[in-house]
């Protein structure tokens, strides 16, 4: 089937009637037979109520009874759907799944009401989109069928395959396959796949990366369609040539995107003059073309250790990176900031710039290590002998920027990647918020630190214009932390005796638990627990406050779009405003507005733009642009989560069988978690394999505790494990603990101390 449910609710309207000639073409569909799987697919959707149909076509139907959602399982059958709207997940026991799997979107209506420990209950109505079309898995014979088993456990089933693949029944250590689904379950009938390839599962650094692309589906990208770029237009485009502009670079992998530049000047009022260049590449294609649909589709660029996929087509990238002491067309952004770091105002404009210099950390490194007094020049600095005073007030100003950020309520963690060869660029992080809820701590001496701040700022600055004028933008929001949740993690840092300070509600926010954990010996466990009660940051088409970036109107993106189509999005339409806005009502006005800065906010009054230049932008919000968008970015980040996890597994196979040091970075009723550096690995000690006491679950203080010899296993206690087993395929690593011998007499062989709450439940959930 051509399209999904999904695919035909964003071709339809809730205002306007589409008559089933035009769904079909939008769909693109010819055959007489594709047709007739549209009819089915129409009638099970009136039964729904999800349209309406009459003799001039269809409409979208409102109905608030199903939510649109994600489902999500866990490995043990427990599955939530996770609600677009960011609501409370619903529960969804396995009758009511109705054959969904894990990452379908789906609707969803609730059976149950949530009370206040516990969730709401629900079942599935209609699956929107699947998620799964291939899948990894090992053949076995189950009497006499032939099935794959997903090698993804929160997949709960099997597959039927053809007597045909019974040549990959091959031993689960050497091989994996990746299949075909053929058929969804239906009714009775199980699913259906056939083989279409084996992976190795020891076939080194590349196979693996290989396995992780084809899991994630990211394995075979269409390629680009032909596509003429346009030549941007010199019409009102300022000259910045004269303007030093730095290039920071900060990735060597294979085809990295490229990156914005950044220029300073200082104001004669006080404070400085931030400038932000950004490549010029949403003048070169058109809004709703074949390229930019396909780009849409792709979504971003994709960091696989020592490579990309990059989201733009090679002649786009070769037409818009900045290059060294080449004139290029840019968008940027001039920000104005008080002498403390304070946005005051913000101008954007069409441009042409010319980069005098790259910015490498190497450079950075070397000014740092530079004596003032020394009057011979470090050859890593001599090509940048002319602008090393600008540099030192980039840096200076980059950390006044960051500072004001922090007090703004944004969280940097102290929880960088493991320095682990085949992580590549990963480990550098990207200059744009981050959209897992948290900023990576970076040196100084990083270009990305540097240029991070600008971006941060420029985000600001474009949300702000965007929100003030009401143009349908793409906005980045991210939620406070859930209050119930920082506190369990302020409850278990008190429980080892970790100073804070707390509101009179006996309260603290999640920058504050950052800022105390910073200067404590168990810093990085306690940031892991801080890290999980943080909310991601997703898309929406509404401006809100971003608390990560430290900005309480709006944020939107759009300084990088070779990382991200959102950020292409938005420069496009900054560009459209910028090149066709009106900046007053009538022609007969002699007075007119700076459309392009802070100063109109307020003052318009008119429409901005025509109609005719708004049109595609509301229709592609329409048509379920941001829910696909933050959709690519889960898969972009669990991605990235396996590409981790898969490099930490394969540096602990050497070790299997050697005692370690590690430190307790997670505590639970089964048993704890230990970090072993440097590559950072996380194992399971199992209680179970506790053999030297009975250990009992303290919830309110999250930890382990011996009932006879009062051993504890406390976050962030240091212990020696022995590698037992690894994985790497499932990611899971098995350890066990080496226990010191025991000096102390026993203890009195009680239960709990008053107000603890010793847990029965000694298995995994």
């Not at 014979?141 to 099997?158: F, N």
């Not at 990382?563 to 009502?585: C, I």
Request: glycine residues 6%; proline residues 7%; aromatic residues 4%.
């Amino acid at each position: 089937m051509k399209f999904t449910v999904a695919d035909l609710l964003d071709q339809l309207s809730s205002d306007e009637v589409v008559q089933l000639s035009r769904l079909e073409k939008a769909l693109g569909l010819s055959s007489a037979e594709e047709k007739q799987e549209l009819r089915i697919g129409l009638d099970a959707m009136l039964r729904l109520d999800l349209i309406q149909e009459n003799e001039a076509g269809l409409i979208r139907q409102a109905n608030d009874e199903l939510i649109p959602a994600r489902l999500r399982c866990s490995s043990k059958g427990f599955c939530f759907a996770l609600r677009d709207d960011g609501g409370e997940d619903i529960y969804i026991r396995d009758h009511q799944l109705n054959h969904a799997w894990n990452g379908d979107r789906v609707l969803v209506r609730i059976t149950r009401e949530g009370g206040r420990r516990r969730s709401p209950e629900g079942g599935v109505q209609c699956i929107l989109e699947r998620c799964t079309a291939s899948l990894l898995a090992q053949v076995e014979r189950q009497e006499e069928r032939l099935v794959a088993i997903p090698l993804d456990d929160r997949l709960l089933t099997t597959v039927e395959l053809p007597e045909a693949d019974a040549g990959h029944l091959e031993p689960a250590q050497e091989s994996v396959v990746e299949v075909v689904i053929d058929r969804f379950p239906v009714a009775q009938f199980a699913p259906e796949g056939h083989v279409v390839r084996s992976l190795p599962v020891h076939g080194g650094e590349e196979a693996d990366l290989d396995l992780l692309l084809t899991k994630h589906h990211l394995h075979e990208r269409p390629a680009p369609p032909k596509a003429t770029l346009r030549t941007p237009s010199e019409r009102n485009r300022t000259d910045l040539t004269a303007l030093p502009a730095l290039l920071p670079l900060a990735w060597s992998g294979q085809e990295a995107p490229f990156l914005p530049a950044v220029s300073l000047e200082e104001r004669p009022e006080g404070g400085h003059r931030l400038w932000l260049h950004s490549p010029a590449v949403a003048e070169r294609l058109s809004l709703g073309s074949a390229l930019d649909g396909w780009l849409r589709d792709q979504a971003d660029a994709i960091c696989a250790g020592r490579r990309w996929l990059p989201l733009l087509p090679p002649a786009l990238t070769k037409a818009a990176a900045f290059q060294v002491g080449k004139e290029q067309e840019a968008v940027s952004v001039a920000l104005d900031l008080t002498a403390e770091g304070q946005l005051e105002h913000y101008r954007f404009c069409l441009s042409r710039i010319r980069p005098a210099a790259t910015l490498e950390q190497a450079e950075l490194q070397a000014l740092q290590e530079r004596n003032p007094r020394s009057r011979t020049l470090p050859a890593a600095l001599k090509g940048l002998k002319e602008h090393l005073g600008l540099i030192e007030q980039l840096l200076a100003l980059s950390d006044r920027l960051r500072q004001t950020r922090l007090a703004a309520g944004s969280i940097d963690l102290d929880l960088a990647l493991p320095p682990l060869d085949a992580l590549g660029d990963l480990r550098c992080g990207t200059p744009e918020a981050s959209r897992q809820g948290w900023l990576v701590e970076l040196p100084a001496n990083d270009p990305m630190a540097l240029l991070r701040e600008a971006v941060l700022l420029a985000h600001r600055a474009l949300g702000r214009h965007f929100a003030a004028l009401g143009l349908p933008g793409l906005f980045v929001m991210q939620p406070p932390a859930d209050p119930a949740e920082i506190n369990e993690v302020a409850k278990a840092a008190l429980a080892l005796e970790i100073p804070m300070e707390l509101s009179a509600e006996g309260n603290a926010s999640a920058a504050e638990l950052a800022a105390a954990f910073a200067g404590t010996d168990r810093k990085r466990a306690l940031q892991q627990l801080l890290r999980d009660s943080l909310r991601p940051a997703l898309l929406t088409e509404e401006p809100g406050p971003n608390a990560l970036a430290g900005e309480d109107q709006a944020f939107a993106p759009w300084a990088c779009p070779s990382l991200h189509y959102a950020d292409l999005w938005n420069q496009q339409l900054l560009v459209t405003l910028l090149s066709e806005g009106k900046d007053r009502p009538t022609v007969r006005h002699k007075t007119s507005a700076d459309i392009a800065s802070d100063s109109c906010h307020g003052s318009i009054d008119w429409a901005l733009l025509v109609p005719s230049q708004l049109t595609p932008y509301q229709q592609g919000l329409q048509h379920g642009l941001v829910q696909r968008l933050n959709g690519r970015q889960r898969v972009l980040q669990e991605f990235q989560d396996d590409l981790l996890a898969m490099a930490q597994a394969r540096a602990a196979e050497p070790l299997v069988g050697q005692i370690l040091p590690g430190v307790i970075s997670g505590v639970q009723s089964y048993g704890f978690f230990v970090e072993v550096p440097p590559s950072n690995v996380e194992g399971l000690v199992h209680v179970s394999s506790l053999k030297d006491d009975w250990y009992e679950y303290r919830s309110r203080q999250n930890r382990l505790v011996g009932r006879k010899f009062r051993r504890t296993f406390l976050v962030g206690d240091p212990v020696e494990v022995e590698i037992q087993k690894v994985d790497a395929l499932r990611h899971q690593i098995d350890l066990a603990v080496v226990l010191p011998e025991i000096t102390e007499e026993p203890g009195d062989g009680e239960g709990s101390d008053a107000g603890d709450e010793p847990a029965d439940d000694r298995e995994e959930d």
